[in-house]
């Protein structure tokens, strides 16, 4: 009987001990792991990172690889390439172009608080004019079809503070800035990780508030800034807020690189712009060496004219579509 009782609590205690041993190996991949290491950074490091996008003068490039991605754009016109030119203050360009043929598609400037947009192709040859902060979705709602293309929707300085960020005032007392954590969780990048695991990645998130004049009323959230924390540093993202308090623009920046070999430092190689309230993103890809920042730029390089009597539209008068 002892003897028979000592096997049984010998067999016990074994697939005990099996059992606990199987919990503690027994992982769930599914579940979200911090991805590491982690980088740390003071206020004033992330707002240095800033400093090549506010302090940017001018901006020249050549060859830049455009992509729209949007639900109704022709294919034919979702892939393009694209002339750029920025010039601070407000300054822009842009040259879109059908690849390898170079036939132009549109052609976009924007200054002082207004732009003026050239499209080409066949299907609706426009010369349109209006002011950047005024809302047209009434107008593209009349176009029907064509008024959800990128063409039609993407707008000059939709890019312009995308690559000319303005000044952060961190000494002006009608703004306030914040610093916090934010985790996004995306797949595990990593080569040995299993199938399906999710992370979490780490970044900083610099916010700009604007303060009222009024007392009783809030704070309006005009910007925010995010830093990649894993492993270095690195400025990854802006979102610029509306009046209304959504995301006009959310830009992503990502594949820095020495795009001139003249140049010391570091530019975004891809950099991706978001317009989620017009239904569009335009993905822009630099080509190395066929870029500049900082030179001298002549004034008419952002003069444009209705050189080929596309039919005119002023956006910001009753019109028919």
Request: proline letters at 4%.
């Amino acid at each position: 009987m002892i003897r028979a009782s000592f096997v049984i609590t010998v067999l016990a205690l074994t697939i005990l001990s099996s059992s606990c041993s199987s919990l503690v190996k027994v992982r769930d991949s599914s579940i979200p792991r911090l991805l590491t290491p982690l980088a740390e950074a003071k206020f004033e490091d992330l707002i240095e990172q800033l400093k090549p996008f506010t302090d940017l003068q001018s901006l020249r490039s050549w060859s830049v690889y455009i992509r729209f991605i949007d639900a109704e754009s022709a294919e034919r016109y979702r892939e393009a390439e694209a002339i750029l030119v920025l010039q601070r203050p407000d300054k822009i360009r842009m040259v879109i172009q059908a690849p390898v043929v170079k036939t132009k598609l549109a052609e976009m400037v924007s200054e002082s608080n207004h732009f003026k947009v050239a499209i080409y192709p066949a299907d609706y040859r426009r010369f349109l004019r209006g002011t950047n902060d005024a809302d047209y979705g009434k107008w593209r709602e009349k176009l029907g079809e064509r008024g959800k293309s990128a063409l039609i929707s993407a707008r000059p300085f939709h890019f312009t503070e995308a690559l000319m960020i303005r000044s952060v005032n961190i000494n002006d007392s009608h703004f306030v800035y914040g610093l916090e954590e934010a985790f996004i969780e995306e797949t595990d990048p990593r080569q040995d990780a299993k199938r399906g695991a999710r992370v979490l990645r780490s970044f900083y998130v610099i916010s700009e508030l604007e303060m009222s004049s009024n007392e009783q009323a809030p704070a309006r959230v005009c910007r925010r800034f995010w830093f990649d924390r894993t492993g270095t540093i690195q400025f990854s993202r802006q979102q610029i807020f509306d009046d209304r308090g959504r995301i006009a623009t959310d830009v992503h920046y990502s594949d820095y690189k020495k795009l001139n070999s003249n140049s010391q430092g570091i530019w975004p190689g891809v950099i991706l712009v978001s317009r989620p309230h017009d239904n569009y993103s335009a993905r822009l890809t630099f080509s190395e060496d066929r870029f500049e920042l900082n030179q001298d730029l002549k004034s008419d390089v952002f003069v444009l004219e209705n050189d080929e009597n596309l039919p005119e539209t002023d956006l910001d008068k009753p019109t028919t579509p």
